[in-house]
């Protein structure tokens, strides 16, 4: 069940302003791993560009027509969100890569991560928005209920609310939306009330999270919400969104998760789809502004899923040792204000 990367060195030539956190060096970093890991023996697959049909499951025909009239220019879409005169192409690259990564793991062949820019989460609907051009890891969960999966789950650890994706299936009951997130922050959505809307209400899971916590406070969340409700739901298909920029040295955010944080949660979240879903797990970025532990980050998310895969347990997560970063009073108080309010859906 070996892993595979998806990536490309065309990433680079999205160009955002000089000083935008978003930048061209993120796709060095994601270049870097992918060599590492092609030197090591591991396969990295080329990405595909995502057609207009797979688009239009997840964003309507207006939006879809302004991103394109972008081509050959440069534009700016809202205050943070740019492109240049490739973006275009590469935003559709982008979103089709998350495609490659879940034919992957779809055919039984171990768990995908997906290195891609711009980003994706924050891009609903009808509109760009922080960062985002098309919700890249929303065109792979509407891809895969085109394959006939009915339970697609998206687990988005990004420190920022995935607005975007939350959006776009707040009414779908086949998909369950959980985010853990930086609370108040960027883009002020994501209430723990959020529950999603009509035949989708239980399907969207919020915990937001008060700025400052660290390892502790995540395994935590993870623990006591995520895993419970992810195993309940037992999904066909988990599509992770893994931002980095929950990280101690992330200049966007307050948190403190560190680089040995990440690796607790990915491990966490891989044992959970290996005992839930057949293993079948595709891991897509999203933030992470600091360089180094981007690559710090994203060097252990590929050892994780490199491993073999875990015993079926539901918790794989850190062990409950003292940690640097505190005691974990965030953690616990997120986990039971979303548990007060998904306890009328979940048995958690
Ligand atoms: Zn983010």
């Known amino acids: 069940m070996p892993l595979v990367l998806v990536s490309s060195d065309a990433f680079e030539r ?35 560009p995502a057609t207009l049909e797979e688009l239009a499951a997840v964003h309507d025909r207006a939006h879809l027509e302004r991103i394109a009239g972008t081509a050959g220019r440069a534009a700016m ?48 609907r009808h509109q760009a928005m922080g960062f985002c051009l098309f919700n890249n890891v929303a065109v792979a969960a509407a891809y ?15 420190v920022h609310h995935g607005n975007g994706t939350q959006q776009i299936f707040e009414d779908d009951p086949a998909v369950l939306y959980i985010s853990t997130h930086q609370y108040p922050c960027y883009p002020g959505t994501g209430a723990v009330t959020e529950v999603g809307i009509s035949a989708g209400r239980g399907r969207t899971v919020n915990v937001p999270i008060e700025p ?3 390892d502790d406070d995540y395994a935590q969340v993870l623990d006591r919400v995520v895993v419970p409700i992810l195993t309940a739901f037992a999904a066909d298909l988990v599509i992770l969104s893994v931002g980095y920029d929950a990280h101690v040295q992330d200049p966007l955010a307050q948190m403190q998760v560190t680089t040995e944080g990440y690796r607790g949660m990915l491990t966490t979240l891989r044992a959970t789809a290996d005992a839930t879903s057949r293993g ?13 532990a ?11 899923l490199a491993a073999p895969a875990s015993p079926a347990t539901t918790s ?33």
């Open 14 to 48: 999205h160009l955002t302003p000089p000083g935008h956190p978003e930048r061209p060096e993120r796709a060095h970093v994601f270049d870097a791993v992918a060599t590492s890991w092609r030197t090591s023996g591991g396969a990295v697959l080329a990405p595909r």
């Open 77 to 124: 879409l809202d205050p943070d969100t740019f492109t240049s005169p490739e973006s275009y192409d590469l935003a559709r690259l982008a979103a089709g890569a998350t495609l490659v990564g879940v034919d992957h793991t779809l055919a039984g062949n171990g768990p995908a991560l997906v290195l891609v820019r711009p980003p994706g989460h924050h891009a609903e």
């Open 144 to 158: 895969a209920r085109a394959q006939g999966l009915l339970r697609i789950a998206v687990v988005d650890i990004d």
């Open 212 to 214: 400052g916590a660290g």
């Open 280 to 292: 079948r797990l595709v891991v897509v970025t999203e933030g992470g502004y600091d360089l180094p």
């Open 294 to 304: 981007l690559g710090a980050c994203l060097a252990a998310t590929v050892e994780v």
């Open 316 to 348: 794989g997560g850190p062990a409950a040792a003292p940690r640097a970063s505190g005691p974990g009073v965030r953690g616990r108080e997120a986990a039971e204000a979303a548990l007060a309010i998904q306890k009328s859906f979940w048995p958690v």
